[in-house]
């Protein structure tokens, strides 16, 4: 990986995103968004890492990430995402949702459209209101999907004043991120280790399948969909674990991957079992073999499953319980066609390796958050910086 | 504050001795006093330096901070354009070279070097007697500066700006190989004639005494004071305890000084909403309050997500604070009661390994079914596992959820023998009971006989068991009558089910053993 930049930027850093570049144009990632928690006043930024006519000797640009324009956001950032090239999605600790939109000839963002009581306990009609964090947003132009604390899944339009749909208690736990499968439908994962999948063209309000862990109901945080076989999922766990499932078959993961391990206890000795929280997970969007995480202990870890790697030492751990995965992903795969298995679904120690490699230079505190696109990637930690290499596969 | 920093340095960590002391202080003193390079930047910016108006006042501020080469420069320039003082610049010129210093990789004695200097203060100060520069009045004043001649610093006070660059320059030019114990005699000298009496100390001037005092704690103290918050003075005295430069005082707080502030300013940190994060790393430092402290803080940080909360927990984990975990999940886990979330609560309460909690959202869920005939969040509680053991209660709600799978799936005897061992395995509350054995009845009723004779003795047992239990009610009103009405009907119905399925029963296994 070649030079990464970071800047402090006197706030904590809980989201960030990559502005998506056009489809079929050749630029590479130049603006990215984020999001800031836990202050007083909390903003959703904008910045931009692009021409600034230095040039160094290579021809490349130099100098760091500059603030292009922000904006006041009432509450945490929970979630951010980009709903096109000019609008943003920001999900608030207050249950509100909002979409932000950035003016590019004045360099302003402005509040576009907001949904204020996406996410509550208590409704608005009742005297007690008590309104609920909204935990994961995903976008699918027009349309935005939100989950919170509430355990209520909501579906909305842009441009349209009230939910499309909404999905009262549709988890009697709190709902921590979601992703679209196919359009029609989401897959959800909760604070019990469940992963549930919804068909809004069905009526009812229960999920077409779950699926989980058996064992310990370890919560899951983050899950993403490999971009081009929608039926891969990857999830980061509470402790540490990353987990790869295929939804089409069967109720369990395929392989579990362990990789964000336990540290030393400060003041003795042993080692201590202590919970590294992965917060996100992200499949490259053009190199679907590379996966991106990242976790409460301050690492940034970069899964590289591709085969062509000619040397690689095994740096493959995998979790205790695994053998009986293992041997259950290989019978399960029996009737797949070869071509159809990703590099995820087949893992075997013996053949496939996985390369880890660590990017932070230091470990510092959380990393919250993490984007890729093309050769570019950003993310945010609670030591309020913000780094970026524009050199991921050098 | 990078002023009182520096000189800290300087004098107590690095203990410079009594040559390499004015070096250093030189140093300090041009880090500090800036506006020389802007100057020297627009004089020598405009096209004839020498005519500048500020020209002589460049000159003289490099004097007074003792960079002679750059103020031999500058009267060179003069020297060019005006020949008349040709001759007197080159001559200062010359004093200002032969001015003895002492270098760093020089082989000097101290006394040497002050043999030497006193020889060069006596040619300058002959120049002055024969009267060399009387022609050109700054260039008077300039050497009377370099012969440390108090009057004619003490004009340049608006070029000194201060009186500690005040007494750097007195001591460059006159005691140059000034002990540090003698520091403060010259510091406090040079404060009076500086102030002249105008006006009194301001807290940065007594801080930096104290410092020329050597006397750390006193600058400790007035830090303290003078400074609107604990980051300097921690940091410095977490410094200076590293060098072994703080006698341990007992203090009430903390074992010595450095924890004392250091515990002041990490609780500083825990109040604000966001650098509790940091707060957590000065705790652990403390040896021995620390932990103390970060155990107090770090319940009370408010907790409005539960992203949030799971840093503050993974913080309690890390350093095994077994206490504040349970804790934290249990206001969290209240929390979520409060609001309905029964999954949510019974995830915090099987984090924190909280047995009675989970008992207690058991009841609500149970609670619940009993409201409602039928359960709410089912993809709860049909995917507890391992977390089932934690409590009986939300062991009977797993098992008792079981039961209705059974039923649903039309395996009676499984169900019926599930439904026996809950009511015989004591671990059913009373309470729920009569609900139990009101499930019993479809059971029995079925056409085919479901439960053995053993078992209908168990249930007629358990029927008689609760009822003769019942407590003797007070005095009976309508809606009373009315339940106790219920309550006979269904324990009737319940005896006549019992007892013709004990008769089926008989029968059917009578006739089994039979030939």
Known sequence: ?394 | MELIWNLCEILFIEVAPAGPLLLHLLDWVRLHVCEVDSLSADVLGSENPSKHESFWNLVTILVLQGRLDEARQMLSKEADTSPTSAGMCRTLGDLMRTMPILSPGNTQTLTELELKWQHWHEECERHLQDGTFTSSPHLETLCKIMLGDEAALLEQKELLNNWYHFLVTRLLYSHPTVKPMDLHLYAQSSLDLFLGGESSPEPLDNILMAAFEFDIHQVIKECSIALSNWWFVAHLTDLLDHCKLLQSHNLYFGSNMREFLLLEYASGLFAHHSLWQLGVDYFDYCPELGRVSLELHIERIPLNTEQKALKVLRICEQRQMTEQVRSICKILAMKAVRNNRLGSALSWSIRAKDAAFATLVSDRFLMDYCDRGCFSDLDLIDNLGPAMMLSDRLTFLGKYREFHRLYGEKRFVDAASLLLSLMTSQIAPRSFWMTLLTDALPLLEQKQVIFSAEQTYELMRCLEDLTAGRPVRGEPDAQRLQDDDIETTKVEMLRLALARNLARAIIREGSLEGS
């Open chain 1, 1 to 394: 990986m070649g030079e990464i930049y970071a800047k402090f930027v006197s706030q904590k850093i809980s989201k960030t995103r990559w502005r998506p570049v056009p489809p079929g144009s050749l630029q590479t990632a130049e603006t990215f968004a984020t999001g800031s928690w836990d202050n007083e006043e909390n903003y959703v930024s904008l910045w931009s890492i692009g021409d600034f006519g230095n040039l160094d000797s290579d021809g490349g640009f130099e100098g760091d990430h500059q603030l292009l324009c922000d904006i006041r956001h009432h509450g945490d950032v929970m979630d951010l995402q980009f709903f096109d090239q000019e609008r943003i999605v920001a999900a608030s600790s207050t249950g509100c949702v909002t979409i932000f939109l950035h003016h590019p000839n004045n360099q302003t963002l402005s509040v576009n459209q907001q949904w204020t009581t996406a996410h509550y306990h208590t409704g608005p009609g009742s005297p007690s209101y008590s309104s609920a964090p909204c935990t994961g947003i995903v976008c699918d132009n027009p349309e935005i999907v939100t989950v919170g604390e509430d355990g209520r899944i909501n579906l909305f339009r842009a441009d349209h004043k009230e939910a499309v749909r909404t999905i009262n208690n549709a988890d009697s736990s709190t709902l921590h991120a979601v992703t679209f499968l196919r359009t029609p439908e989401i897959l959800t994962v909760n604070s019990i280790g469940q992963l549930k999948i919804w068909d809004f063209r069905q009526q009812g309000n229960e999920p077409s399948q779950i699926l989980s862990l058996t064992g310990d109901r370890v919560p899951l945080h983050c899950v993403d969909r490999h971009p081009s076989q929608q039926h891969v999922v990857a999830t980061g766990g509470q402790d540490g674990m990353l987990s790869i499932w295929d939804v089409r078959q069967g109720t369990m993961p395929v392989s579990l991957l362990k990789a964000h391990e336990a540290e030393t206890n400060l003041h003795r000795n042993k080692l201590l079992r202590s919970y590294l929280l992965v917060w996100e997970v992200h499949f490259h969007p053009s190199n679907p073999d590379h996966l991106f995480t990242c976790s409460e202990d301050g690492s940034l870890w970069h899964w590289d499953a591709s085969t062509d790697v000619p040397e690689k030492s095994s740096l493959f751990h995998q979790g205790g319980r695994t053998s009986t995965f293992l041997s259950h992903s290989i019978s399960n795969q029996a009737n797949v066609q070869q071509s159809l298995i990703s590099s995820w679904l087949s893992t075997d120690t013996t053949k496939d390796r996985i390369e880890i490699t660590s990017l932070l230079p230091s470990r510092t505190l959380s990393v919250n958050s993490l984007d890729v696109l093309g050769p570019c990637l950003v993310c945010g930690t609670d030591a309020e910086a913000i780094y970026v290499t524009r050199q991921l596969f050098v």
